[in-house]
């Protein structure tokens, strides 16, 4: 009862009073200044980038709903074109070496020549040539 007695309330809209206790002593407490109620420009802003960035997943989640199979398709695209783009700087830079392309052209040749005299000039090995054709896609894919 007697602590009840000691507590009286204070006048917070009082501007001079910081004293939260009768009778106590608050010389070496910290003391705050009062809250505005007003944000400044910069809180907003802050405020509102945090909100926005809180959003974003949604965001993300609400286009990629939007828009899946055209970003998959110029992902696609993307890729494909970088891949071509590779193997053709890899190519010119194997055809700057000296004798290294006309060898791979001869070995190109040489290789497509005896691809000709053994699948495709006589009827039987062309059926067997279609035969592992078949096998290969049977096990490419599943059928």
Same mark, same amino acid.
């Given at each position: 009862m007697a602590l009840e007695q000691e507590l009286?309330?204070?006048d917070v809209t009082s @501007?001079? @009073?910081?004293?939260?206790l009768e009778g106590v002593d608050t010389q070496n407490l910290p003391k705050?200044?009062?809250? @505005? @109620?007003?944000?400044?420009? $910069?809180q907003q802003i802050n405020r509102q980038i945090?909100?926005?960035?809180?959003?974003?997943?949604?965001?993300?989640?609400?286009? $990629?709903?939007a828009y899946k199979l055209p970003l998959i398709a110029l992902g696609l695209v993307l890729a494909a074109t970088v891949t071509? /783009?590779?193997?053709?700087?890899?190519?010119?830079?194997?055809?700057?070496?000296?004798l290294l392309e006309p060898i791979l052209e001869l070995i190109g040749i040489i290789y497509s020549t005896w691809?000709?005299? /053994?699948?495709?000039?006589q009827a039987s090995t062309r059926q067997e040539l279609?035969?592992?054709? /078949?096998?290969?896609?049977?096990?490419?894919?599943?059928?």
């Open positions: 009286n309330p204070v @501007s001079t @009073s910081t004293v939260a705050l200044p009062p809250a @505005s @109620s007003n944000e400044t420009q $910069w945090s909100q926005f960035l809180d959003q974003l997943p949604y965001y993300f989640d609400q286009f $990629w709903a071509l /783009r590779v193997v053709l700087t890899v190519l010119n830079a194997i055809n700057d070496i000296p691809f000709v005299f /053994r699948y495709l000039l279609l035969a592992e054709i /078949r096998a290969l896609k049977a096990q490419t894919l599943g059928e």
